[in-house]
């Protein structure tokens, strides 16, 4: 998507090999015309799938995924991060999280999702693919499915692409880095 392409360049920082630091649009401030632009890219690419709703993890995936709820007119549902005492029957999962370079529990109520949903996945970013993978069994042990993953910004040369690739979801990626090496933004299709 251009004008996320856009945006990375002219606002995201390089932090190192893998990571880039996009806290002025996505992480942290959000720029509200480019989730709403993010939204119908994903509601415009998977709206004949049949999703029944769009599934994220707190917190920076909320934005674009509550975004492509509206259009695709389905709930959103965010993963948390924490158990709160109001949560009455959780499912729990472990993750590894690359940024913080430790793991911790993802929690979901159970009957949030149901059998036969058809689940849009969404998140800021894909690396490794390990919060997609935890979403992913979250999601089958409700016994719904994936129909199709939308991703922001992926890091092409990490592990999470072939991992979707290999399980023959359908895929969105709206920016695809294929290096960060020295400081510069390389994109897929360069
Ligand atoms: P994965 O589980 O695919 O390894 O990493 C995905 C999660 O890690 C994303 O939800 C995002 O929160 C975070 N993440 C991965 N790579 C980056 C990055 O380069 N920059 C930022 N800001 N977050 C990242």
New binding site residues.
Partial sequence: MRSLCKKIQEKAVV?GD??????TF??QQVDTALMEEMGKAFADHFRHENITKVVT?ES??IPPAYAAAVRLHVPMVFIKKNTPTTMVDPLHVQ?????KKKHYILCLERGLIKPGDRILFI????????????AESLIEKEGASIAGVGIC?E?SF???RQYIKDKGYSFLPLASIKS?KNGQVLWEDD
């Fill in positions: 932090l893998d990571l880039l630091k996009v806290d996505l992480n993890i920076s995936g993750v590894y999280s690359f940024t998140d800021d970013f894909l690396a490794n693919g390990e919060a997609f993978k935890a910004i890091k990490q592990a999470g960060l």
